[in-house]
């Protein structure tokens, strides 16, 4: 079946540095979304990609789709303590009605 | 506007017990699934509905069920409960059955002891 590796699992990040998370698919994908997860909350969307190589960016956090449509990431410069959180990528399985989360990538901020 | 909304917000049950959950979506929204996330984990695909139809299932056993009420909110039935049921179980509407942007619920944290 469809397998989705999110690396690294967690992430201690120095306030102010940047970092990337990855997301890897053993099969190409039609899309991939990502979202965030404060502690104690909820997932929340953040983008979509669809298209090969296509590149998207949101103030500080740029997510990029690879070429081959079996991986994506998101890298986030000049992070800051809102950006603690854990990042989730979701991959369509069995067409649209159902997405397959990686495990995340949990991030901590240290101020 | 309201986002989705999930009752209750938490929940201890007893093994053995059955457990129903709500979701209201999103005005407007007409599509509802339910997940399940352990911690650490990502949320877990349960059900999918549409229009009050069933579209889509995950791997969870037939101890799970749900449905879909014609002002599109839902329910999430668990019977006879397992202790390995304790989770943060989460809702989420969309727009339409195939648009992919998902909006998530608060969540309804279930413990099982």
């Known amino acids: 079946g469809q397998q989705v590796m999110q690396i690294p699992q967690y992430q201690h990040v120095q306030e102010g540095e940047d970092f990337t998370t990855y997301c890897n698919s053993s099969?190409?994908?039609?899309?991939i979304q990502w979202y965030k997860q404060r502690p104690g909350g909820h997932p929340v969307f953040l983008i979509q990609?669809?298209?090969?190589?296509e590149v998207k960016k949101q103030k500080r956090l740029t997510f990029q789709f690879g070429e081959a449509k079996k991986n994506s990431s998101l890298h986030i410069t000049a992070t800051q303590t809102t950006d603690v959180g854990t990042y989730f990528c979701?991959?369509?399985?069995?067409?649209?009605?159902?997405?397959?989360f990686g495990k995340g990538n949990q991030v901590v901020v240290i101020p | 506007d309201a986002g989705v909304t999930q009752s209750p917000t938490h929940l201890i049950k007893t093994r053995g017990q059955h457990v129903t959950l709500r979701c209201s979506p999103i005005?407007?929204?007409?599509?509802v699934s339910w997940y399940q996330q352990v911690l650490g984990q990502g949320p877990q695909f349960i059900f999918q509905?549409?229009?009050?139809?069933?579209?889509g299932r995950g791997n969870f056993p037939d101890r799970f069920s749900a449905r879909q009420f014609p002002n599109y909110s839902s329910e999430l039935n668990v019977n006879a409960l397992l202790l390995g049921d304790s989770a943060l179980y989460l809702c989420?509407?969309?727009?339409?059955?195939?648009?992919?942007?998902?909006?998530f619920g608060p969540g309804t944290r279930l413990t099982v002891t």
């Open positions: 979701s991959l369509p399985r069995g067409g649209n009605n159902r997405l397959a």
């Open positions: 989420a509407s969309r727009v339409a059955e195939a648009t992919y942007e998902q909006y």
């Open positions: 099969t190409t994908l039609s899309n």
């Open positions: 005005s407007g929204h007409k599509s």
């Open positions: 509905y549409y229009e009050k139809e069933e579209r």
């Open positions: 990609l669809v298209k090969s190589g």
